[in-house]
């Protein structure tokens, strides 16, 4: 069965960095495109970045571009968001999901499996 487990969250400074990961099991990266995604309180789930299955590409949001950076360990079978200069607006719970591997987009409309969040909290 599909399972996807975050985890890396936690309590940093404004312009501090943190690593999350995507722990996937039941299927292979080979053929899933995986995607992060965040909900902050009284906001919209935001898709920020994606790796894509069929060629590794990587996908960014705006919100994120030259910031956050994503990568797959296929060993692993994990998926990393590499996060640095961190804003108090990046204060989100952060979500991995799993689409089709030809999928490029960041709508979580796209997206059939979730992981169940880990939060990120960026104060001073």
């Known amino acids: 069965q599909v399972q996807l487990v975050e985890s890396g969250g936690g309590l940093v400074q404004p312009g501090g960095s943190l690593r999350l990961s995507c722990a996937a099991s039941?299927?292979?990266?080979?053929?899933?495109?995986i995607g992060w995604f965040r909900q902050a309180p009284g906001k919209e789930r935001e898709g920020i970045s994606c790796?894509?299955?069929?060629?590794?590409?990587?996908t960014y949001a705006d919100s994120v571009k030259g910031r956050f950076t994503i990568s797959r360990d296929k060993a692993k079978n994990t998926v990393y968001l590499q996060m640095n200069s961190l804003k108090p607006e990046d204060t989100a719970v952060y979500y991995c999901?799993?689409?089709?591997?030809?999928?490029?987009?960041?709508?979580?409309?796209?997206?059939?499996?979730w992981g169940q969040g880990t939060q990120v909290t960026v104060s001073s």
């Open positions: 039941g299927f292979t990266l080979d053929y899933s495109t």
């Open positions: 999901a799993q689409a089709s591997w030809l999928v490029r987009s960041l709508s979580s409309a796209a997206y059939n499996y």
């Open positions: 790796i894509r299955g069929s060629d590794s590409s990587t």
